[in-house]
């Protein structure tokens, strides 16, 4: 049983660039929520998409955008980065029971640097 | 906005002894959760807390939710060396997680 899935794990971009970030929650799960964590920091939500389409949101910019598919999976967007984007950015899946538990299964992160 | 304030920051500990953390809020939460993240990993829930006043036990871990709602400790007796790595408080607020900064275990063995 495959848990959450992230790509890519570690890229490098440079300010003003755009970033999509990938995730395929764990089977059996329909939620996917995004976290950003600054180093030395705890993870920040960002959003989560259920459904198809965003149900909560966090203190994120416009800038941060995000898609769920059919499937479940779901890409998180980054526009015109900059320095303060650099961070590991880390999926976590939930499904209709573990949501409403707070157990989240987390992906091993995709590791952003803005040059 | 929401903040968890953990502490300590850091713990530098012999092989063997046993841990104390806690996690302090502004806000009420209904729901703590302790989660623990080793290098290059996602955080991996530990202890889910949803009473206020509750003690729970996870092997060697042991949780509780404050009285108030507004806090909870944990502690980890006997440690081990895997138990190194980084603890989060989180409360649930709705949807979302709102995460300390975290506790960074050092075990010397």
């Known amino acids: 049983d495959a848990g959450v899935t992230q790509s890519p794990t570690h890229l490098i971009k440079t300010r003003g660039q755009q970033v999509t970030l990938r995730c395929s929650p764990k089977?059996?799960?329909?939620?996917v929520s995004w976290y950003q964590q600054a180093l030395g920091q705890g993870p920040q939500f960002i959003f989560q998409y259920y459904e198809e389409e965003e149900r909560q949101r966090g203190n994120f910019p416009d800038r941060f955008s995000g898609h769920q598919f059919p499937n479940y999976s779901s890409e998180l967007n980054v526009n015109a980065l900059l320095l303060g984007d650099s961070a590991l950015y880390l999926c976590?899946?939930?499904?209709?029971?573990?949501?409403?538990?707070?157990?989240?299964?987390f992906g091993e992160g995709s590791r952003l640097t803005v040059l | 906005g929401q903040q968890l304030n953990q502490s300590p920051q850091s713990m530098f500990i012999q092989e063997g002894e046993d841990v104390s953390m806690n996690c302090t809020s502004s806000s009420i939460f209904n729901t703590w959760l302790w989660y623990k993240q080793d290098p290059g990993e996602g955080p991996v829930l530990l202890i889910a807390l949803y009473k206020a006043g509750e003690l729970t036990s996870n092997g060697r871990l042991t949780a509780q939710f404050g009285i108030t709602r507004k806090d909870s400790f944990l502690n980890i007796s006997a440690s081990i060396p895997s138990d190194v790595g980084i603890y989060f408080c989180?409360?649930?607020?709705?949807?979302?997680?709102?995460f300390g900064q975290g506790t960074r275990l050092t075990i010397n063995p």
């Open positions: 989180a409360g649930q607020d709705v949807q979302k997680l709102v």
């Open positions: 976590a899946s939930s499904n209709g029971v573990t949501q409403y538990t707070g157990e989240l299964f």
């Open positions: 089977s059996g799960h329909d939620t």
